[in-house]
């Protein structure tokens, strides 16, 4: 860009110690929906990971000693003021991340501030356990702490929804933190960085450091002070977390990708689950973790469902995202769109249909966006089980829609992939939802409704979807440390 172009560019900068501070070098973040270069994120290493572990570090014992309840204001007065910008947030998400305006307002913004909401009351519900051993005179009891300095890592698809949802049980329990966002939505965590002190947010209690996986993302799993990585992402980058922190010894939560079957019998109430299940296959641009890319219709209704289903995908709209009236926004990069496209190639070349969407329906821009990422919703059919877009997270606009026969064989084939986070079932026969539902290896199973959340339960995935879960308990107990104590008396 020339300087006077450059002049216009946002430039973010790291936060540590509650004070905004300059990097040395910067990496280009773009705006999916035009193609252009509209922010620049510090290219953070070892050295700002460093201090802003130092700073969380010296942070530690003023916070880790303040009361549930002190901590609890904290954080509901931190909501309140997202909440209050909630359209400079709204848009924000939605130039930076593709996301269409309408998504970020009603879903992304919302959620970050009811996530703090959420740890702000759940925190004083907490009790810990008790026993008694009469006759050796002894009683026992547990006692939990926090941890000290949490890692966070967290993706673009839902960058300050899922940022919020590890910072907030994070300091809730009583730790300080080092997060760092995807280097490609970088800016509503900037934002809210710019709100802590307002909010009584002490200084260093949350320190944000802006940079790429391989660099920042690295120094911060590797560093011997942060004895807890909480990470959402690739099954790939899981793997290097997993390995970097083993000598370290660190506890780990992971949630990573999906593959997530839709099943559908014959007696569901397709007025229901056509729309819905449009939803969640496209929601976001299918950038969601628990989206569903593989569509498992009964027979007797198979023809039926795919008429109707790609007739309702049509109808989706997609363009500008700051167009409220736009159902799909653009895909997070040029990078990224080109791999989704190539899944929908590879489906052709081995004999697919692609029903509707990439390559069969014209892609109608406004003149702004014709450099964008954009890409219509894609229904691909006959597509065989052991096809790579029946096998892989693809994270995009794009789900494959199949035949079955029985209820033995459809839990057989959702099982058949390495995933098992979540899995949605369309049933009118309570007997049936229960029986499947059992039988899922998926973290997460919703029957006749998609998305559905209570922060209360747990969330996480089974197999290579990750490791732990959060939740009310399970997020108190992964961000605490317990410890037993017995007296004798």
């Known amino acids: 860009p020339t300087m006077a172009h450059s002049k216009a560019l946002l430039v973010l900068e790291n936060f540590i110690g509650g004070k905004f501070v300059p990097c040395s070098s910067y990496i280009d973040s773009y705006n999916p929906s035009t193609g252009d270069v509209y922010c620049r994120v510090p290219d ?34 931190l909501a309140d003021l997202i909440e209050h910008d909630l359209e400079a947030f709204a848009q924000a998400e939605s ?44 009683v026992h009891y547990t006692s939990r702490a926090p941890v000290g300095v949490a890692g966070l890592i967290s993706p673009w698809n839902l960058p300050l929804y899922l940022l919020t949802w590890k910072i907030a049980p994070a300091i809730a329990c009583g730790n300080t933190v080092v997060a760092k966002p995807s280097e490609m939505t970088s800016v509503t965590a900037w934002m ?7 909010a009584g947010v002490p200084p260093g209690v949350v320190n944000v450091v802006f940079g790429a996986g391989a660099k920042a ?45 839709a099943i559908i019998f014959d007696d569901a109430d397709l007025s229901q689950c056509i729309p819905t299940t449009v939803r969640s296959s496209f929601a976001n641009q299918g950038e969601i973790c628990l989206c569903t890319s593989r569509i498992f219709v009964q027979r007797g209704i198979y023809s039926e469902f795919l008429k109707k289903f790609v007739a309702e995908a049509k109808k989706w709209k997609t363009g500008n995202p700051s167009d409220p009236t736009m159902d799909v926004g653009a895909l997070i990069s040029k990078e990224h769109l080109e791999k989704v496209r190539n899944y929908v190639k590879k489906a052709q070349a081995e004999g697919a249909k692609v029903l509707c969407g990439e390559g069969v329906d014209p892609l109608v821009l406004p003149p702004g966006n014709q450099k964008g990422y954009f890409m219509l919703p894609t229904v691909i059919a006959e597509v065989k089980d052991e096809s790579c877009c029946m096998q892989e997270e ?41 029986r499947v539902a059992h039988r899922l290896q998926s973290g997460l199973v919703w029957t006749n409704c998609w998305l559905v959340r209570d922060l209360n339960l747990p969330f996480g995935g089974m197999k290579a979807s990750g490791i732990g879960r959060e939740g009310a308990k399970d997020s108190y107990e992964f961000f605490t440390e317990v410890k037993t104590i017995t007296i004798k008396h």
């Not at 970050?112 to 810990?128: D, P, Q």
């Not at 809210?192 to 307002?198: I, S």
Request: with cysteine; net charge positive.
């Open 44 to 77: 953070s290493g070892k050295e700002e990971v460093e201090a802003a572990v130092k700073a969380a570090k010296d942070a530690f014992p003023i916070w880790s000693s303040k009361s549930p309840l002190e901590r609890s204001h904290i954080l509901n007065k």
């Open 95 to 138: 130039k930076d991340q593709g996301k269409t305006i309408t998504f970020a307002r009603t879903v992304d913004i919302p959620r970050a501030v009811h996530n703090f909401r959420f740890f702000a009351s759940s925190i004083l519900h907490h009790v810990t356990e008790c026993t008694e051993m009469p006759t050796m005179g002894c």
């Open 192 to 198: 809210m960085c710019k709100l802590l002190e307002k």
């Open 217 to 261: 993302g690295e120094a911060l799993v590797c560093h011997p002070d942060v004895p807890l990585i909480s990470f959402t992402g690739s099954t790939l980058t899981a793997w290097r977390i997993t390995e970097k922190s083993a000598p370290h010894c660190k506890r780990l939560s992971l949630e990573l990708g999906g593959k997530n079957p």
């Open 394 to 434: 693809i994270f995009g606009p794009v789900t494959c829609v199949v035949a079955f026969d029985t209820e033995e064989e459809v839990i057989k084939r959702a099982n058949g992939v390495k995933y098992g986070l979540a899995a949605t079932v369309w049933s009118g026969n309570v007997g049936r939802v229960h």
